[in-house]
């Protein structure tokens, strides 16, 4: 399993940015994804979820109607499209895949949002 994240960098408040998570080594299509992110003293957490169909999707509350998870079997990848950036959603995002009992981690990507 390898999972590569990437799209991230420096934008200003208000600004967007899409993350993208390129995954290979397993079959992509049966299986739901999530991003988390992990901020400087601050535990790792879950910021979306996308069921394996991309039919089904959650998001955490800091998140919600700025944020859109989504997925292109076809190209295995999930992406995480993020508009009106705040200075608090600077941190490492990483998607991750559970599979059998295991979780996977790609290496991050870093998003830091300030003027």
């Known amino acids: 399993v390898q999972l590569v994240e990437s799209g991230g960098g420096l934008v200003q408040p208000g600004g967007s940015l899409t993350l993208s998570c390129a995954a290979s080594?397993?079959?992509?299509?049966?299986?739901?994804m999530s991003w988390y992110r992990q901020a400087p003293g601050k535990e790792r957490e879950l910021v979306a979820y996308?069921?394996?169909?991309?039919?089904?999707?959650n998001y955490a509350d800091s998140v919600k109607g700025r944020f859109t998870i989504s997925r292109v079997n076809a190209k295995n990848t999930v992406y995480l499209q993020m508009n009106s950036l705040k200075p608090e959603d600077t941190a490492v995002y990483y998607c991750?895949?559970?599979?059998?009992?295991?979780?996977?981690w790609g290496q991050g990507t870093q998003v830091t949002v300030s003027s």
């Open positions: 991750k895949l559970s599979r059998m009992g295991h979780d996977y």
């Open positions: 080594g397993f079959t992509f299509s049966t299986y739901p």
């Open positions: 996308i069921s394996s169909g991309g039919g089904s999707t």
